[in-house]
């Protein structure tokens, strides 16, 4: 195919981290079909839009990008939009019903096949929605061109079993899967072969992974990261999202074993009553996930702890919120995210009666006051230490380069241009509420 005959494709993406490598994958499917990245979508013939259902606003997000689209689609009849990820995994052929102009609709289980797709919807709006038990990434391309970034997501599990009363996962992305732990390592080291210094191995659920081992067993989480820490060139390996109920002992000695395995975790607890945590079929208590915590400082104590939080869930009381706030002060957060409780179609809470939205609001507020001033905390007691930051782009004043620390807050550091996509030792000089300032040690 000439240059001038290629055709442009422009993904934009919502959610989480798996959004973000499932459309990256979606991006290297359609590059093999001759499709062009591009950041404008003005130009583009192919749009696919990568959506996330976890809550209202969320989900809604996708109808109003539609309507902006429109009048790009009265200017090119040829162009095609695509919906994609868990708003089209949950809607599937309602999104067509409510907006004509979409042409596709793949859920996230189907995306090897979304060049067939893009074929079919010349023929009307074309939907596939199945949940197939073959890795959709065994289907798709591996990239062999030089990373973008020295960091990069891999997905290692998918789905999720938990069944959180609150969470439409286990309906959007199925049942708990784990992708056999040879492809891991293999996709792993031809990350490191492109450039990459820094992988982060993705998963609803990946402390539960639990794939096929190269020696005929079963490879835990903290197996796979052992034989990652063995890959050459590969400096620093991340997970996330875990669960308290799959956190196991040899993952907890990983911490405490492994350099490269970065002191960060992110653990969601979402509430810091027993009942609540009950209501929503978390399956552990307040004071287990704190013990927990405890296991897991004393293998690194070091450790920068990050967590998600819910407030407002049906019949949350004022004290039962107030044990949240306990919690959180108890533990000690780094960071965090906190969201107000948003019913879910088809999820178990939907079927409850919420707080009400002046409620829900003043404790995120309260809520967000206290992990707000946890993590200012968090970034003055970085001052005066020594880190390394791995330099991932070039910063807004000339000679800077931004990075990530260890615990991975953005660093901006004075440093040569050659230190672009490497790990350096920095020393931190300077903390903001969401960046540090660190000079070269
Ligand atoms: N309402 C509010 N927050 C939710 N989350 C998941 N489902 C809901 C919901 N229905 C939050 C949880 C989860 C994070 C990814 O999103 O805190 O850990
Ligand atoms: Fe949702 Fe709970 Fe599964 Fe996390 S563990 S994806 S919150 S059901």
């Known amino acids: 195919m000439t240059e001038a005959a290629k055709k442009k494709l422009h993904v934009k993406t919502w959610g989480c981290q798996m959004n973000v490598y499932d459309s990256e994958r979606m991006a290297e499917a359609m590059a093999a079909q001759g499709y062009e990245a591009t950041e404008d979508a003005g130009e583009a013939d192919l749009i696919l839009l990568n959506t996330c259902h976890i809550r209202e606003k969320a989900a ?15 200017r090119n009849p040829d162009l095609k939009i695509g919906v994609a990820g868990c708003v089209a995994q949950a809607e599937g052929a309602e999104i067509v019903a409510r907006q004509p102009l979409v042409d596709l609709v793949v859920g996230p289980q189907a995306y090897h096949r979304l060049p067939d797709l893009v074929a079919r919807s010349d023929r009307g709006a074309a939907v596939d929605t199945d949940m197939p038990p073959e890795d959709k990434f065994d289907h798709l391309p591996v990239a062999r061109t030089p990373a973008k970034r020295p960091t990069a997501f891999l997905t290692v599990q998918e789905g999720c079993d938990k069944f959180c009363a609150f969470c439409v996962v286990p309906y959007t992305r199925g049942a708990e899967v ?7 390592v293999a996709e792993a080291e031809a990350l490191v072969a492109r450039g990459v210094k820094e992988i982060t191995l993705l998963g609803q659920n990946v402390n539960a992974y639990h794939g096929d081992g190269p020696d005929g067993g079963t490879w835990s989480l903290a197996d796979l990261i052992r034989r990652l820490h063995a890959v050459e060139g590969l400096a620093r390996i991340r997970y996330t999202t875990s669960h308290p109920n799959d956190f196991t002992d040899d993952l907890i000695a990983a911490h405490g074993d492994l350099p490269k395995l970065m002191p960060y975790l992110h653990l969601p607890v979402q509430a810091g009553s027993d009942r609540v945590l009950k209501a929503m079929n978390r399956k552990h208590t307040a004071a287990e996930y704190v013990e927990l915590i405890g296991r897991i400082r004393a293998a690194r104590p070091d450790l920068l702890l990050s967590g998600d939080f819910i407030v407002g869930f049906p019949g949350e ?7 949240t706030l306990r919690l959180v002060e108890a533990v000690g ?4 995210y906190s969201f107000k409780y948003s019913a879910r179609p088809g999820t178990p809470a939907a079927e409850k009666e919420g707080v009400g939205p002046e409620v829900a609001s003043e404790r995120l507020a309260r809520l967000q006051a206290l992990l707000g001033a946890q993590q200012r905390a968090a970034q003055e007691a970085a001052v005066g230490r020594e880190t390394t930051v791995l330099f991932e782009k070039v910063g807004r004043l000339p000679g800077q380069l931004v990075g990530k620390t260890e615990h991975l807050q953005a660093c901006h550091v004075e440093a040569p241009a050659d230190l672009m996509g490497r790990v350096a030792k920095v020393r931190i000089v300077e903390a903001a509420a969401n960046s540090l300032k660190g000079e070269l040690a």
């Open 333 to 336: 957060y780094g960071q965090a």
């Open 178 to 184: 784990s992708r056999p732990a040879a492809r891991l």
């Open 60 to 74: 809604e997000k996708v109808y109003s990008e539609l309507g902006r689209l429109k009048p790009l689609k009265a």
């Open 317 to 323: 009381t004022e004290a039962e919120f107030e044990d």
